[in-house]
């Protein structure tokens, strides 16, 4: 049987089901075979108070989410790419049949309650790698433990956010959004919100300088440029959200900003402040001895035409060092800059050749054993290092490493290093900050201590999120980590 008829299968129950005896018929084969899943009852010891729906992601052999609606696997970035059921008061069994024969399939199972603006998460249960004989029927029954004890921590339930940071404005603030509403709080203290007249497309962390030095600013990337939520004098007196960025970036004619990030030059007094826009991606100097105007900025224009869709970012990662250099992965290649790439007008060709003075570096790093450089899709800054998230694991390596590369282009491989904790695993996010590596894959949430790089804990990422998932933050609380999760259905925080 092929995948898409498994597909087609599938996505029919999602829209059916209810627990007790089912049996999905997808044909057999010496190719294919089943798998029948118990599942427990209503009041039984197995599940906690509240429960009446259960959850189910099944895991490739390539830990990507298998595909319920028509799609291939893939990263979680689909709010349906799960079977659901109704718990009844009657034990059951789900059989899936035509499922292509292979070892390291993993389950994992959420249950929990569906209120009117969620389903949040109660219990869940995960397998070890399991093989999918052709022909054959292979039996799972799982045991389900609560997410968190005391129940998971959860605020702004129901709302589509589209990321989440944590500043010190001058105290640790959670600042998140939807498409339309800025809010910035704490989950013990509740949050406040305003509506922005402007569609928000996500939260970033950059830095601005001030009259007591670089403090560290919410960057809320929007259809009209960015908005900055600061702190400018270090104290509280004065916290909002600040549209000088914004206005000039109109003026300019700078649109739909995804993402942006910001180092500080603390020889110069500047600050360089970088986007990536649908289509385009540029960026400025603020100087305190030049004002803001549209002349700061620096932007593609139709440079990439050929090169990016209208409706496409052109980066897909990007990170800085916090005082020299940012590094970017694009559609034209992966690349360290310095202020001399956004301070200047920006040349696409200037890009595809790196000349010399241009502030632009290439670089790429490869799988070990191999030559070909491996796609980076996520990116983050840690201690003079470079964290590189792929399909194929993260890695770690000298930042300044991509100024030395090989005859290939490639960061040497006895420099870099393969993260253990999610070897081969896709990468879907990942966060830095206050002593912690938190690493969001395709399957788990795992947390590690950014100097030794032991595991702090993991858990699977669907147990921990409302919704899709669309961004993780982690914070130290009192010595230990926490992770902010923002989803489609509201903001989590999760702790060991």
């Known amino acids: 049987m092929k995948v898409h ?114 389903f949040i998460p109660i219990d869940v249960a995960q397998s070890a790698p399991f093989e999918i004989t052709g022909g054959r029927e292979t039996a799972l029954n799982l045991t389900a433990a609560v997410v968190a004890e005391g129940g998971l921590d959860t605020a702004l339930v129901g709302e589509d956010l589209k990321g989440a940071v944590v500043v010190d404005i001058p105290t640790a603030t959670v600042v998140t959004a939807s498409s339309s509403d800025v809010y910035g709080g704490t989950m013990a203290g509740g949050f406040t919100g305003g ?78 402040v970088y ?12 100087s305190d001895s030049e004002p803001l105007s549209s002349s700061t900025w620096n932007d593609s224009g139709t440079d990439l035409e050929d090169y990016v869709d209208d409706d496409e970012s052109p980066v897909r990662a990007a990170t ?35 000349e010399d003075g241009s502030g632009l570096t290439f670089w790429g790093i490869a799988y070990p054993g191999s030559t070909q450089p491996l796609r980076i899709t996520q990116l983050g800054y840690l201690d003079g290092n470079i964290v590189a998230g792929t399909p194929r694991g993260a890695f770690r390596f000298a930042a300044s490493a991509v100024a030395n590369t090989d005859s290939n282009g490639l960061v040497p491989a006895s420099g870099v290093n393969q993260i253990a904790a999610v070897a081969d695993q896709p990468i879907f996010d990942i966060s830095i900050n206050d002593g912690y590596l938190a690493i969001a894959t395709a399957r788990e949430l795992v947390v590690i201590d950014s100097e030794t790089f032991a595991e702090e804990f993991s858990t699977p990422l669907r147990a921990v999120a409302l919704g899709a998932p669309a961004s993780i933050f982690v914070v130290d609380e009192g010595g230990a980590p926490a992770v902010y999760v923002a989803g489609a259905e509201g903001l989590t925080r999760v702790v060991e």
């Not at 600040?242 to 649109?255: C, K, L, R, V």
Request: one cysteine or more; proline letters at 3%.
């Open 275 to 286: 986007y990536q826009r649908l289509g385009g991606l540029g960026g400025g100097v603020i």
């Open 195 to 272: 509506e922005l007249d402007s569609l928000i497309n996500g939260v970033s962390v950059g830095q601005l300088d001030t009259a007591v030095g670089p403090l560290a600013a919410a960057f809320v990337n929007t259809a009209d440029g960015i908005f900055t939520l600061f702190d400018p004098t270090g104290t509280g007196a004065s916290v909002d959200l600040y549209d000088e960025i914004a206005t000039t970036m109109e003026q300019a004619g700078i649109e739909d900003v995804v993402d942006s990030g910001a180092f500080y030059l603390a020889g110069a007094d500047e600050t360089v």
């Open 320 to 354: 800085t060092d916090g005082s020299t250099q940012a590094f970017l992965a694009s559609t034209l290649g992966t690349f360290a800059v310095t202020e001399e790439f956004f301070g200047t007008d920006f040349d696409v060709d200037t890009i595809l050749t790196g």
């Open 5 to 118: 008829t498994i597909i087609r299968v599938i996505t029919a129950l999602a829209l059916v089901l209810l627990l007790g005896s089912c049996l999905i018929d997808g044909g057999s084969s010496e190719d294919t075979g089943s798998l029948v899943i118990g599942l427990p009852s209503v009041g039984s010891s197995e599940i906690s108070d509240g429960v009446d729906t259960v959850r189910i992601w099944l895991y490739t052999p390539g830990n990507l989410e298998f595909g319920v609606n028509g799609g291939a696997a893939r990263l979680p970035g689909s709010a349906d790419n799960f079977l659901e059921a109704a718990v009844t008061g009657s034990s059951g069994t789900i059989t899936i049949e035509g499922i292509p024969a292979a070892t390291g399939y993993r389950l994992v199972i959420v249950l929990g309650e569906t209120t009117p603006d969620a």
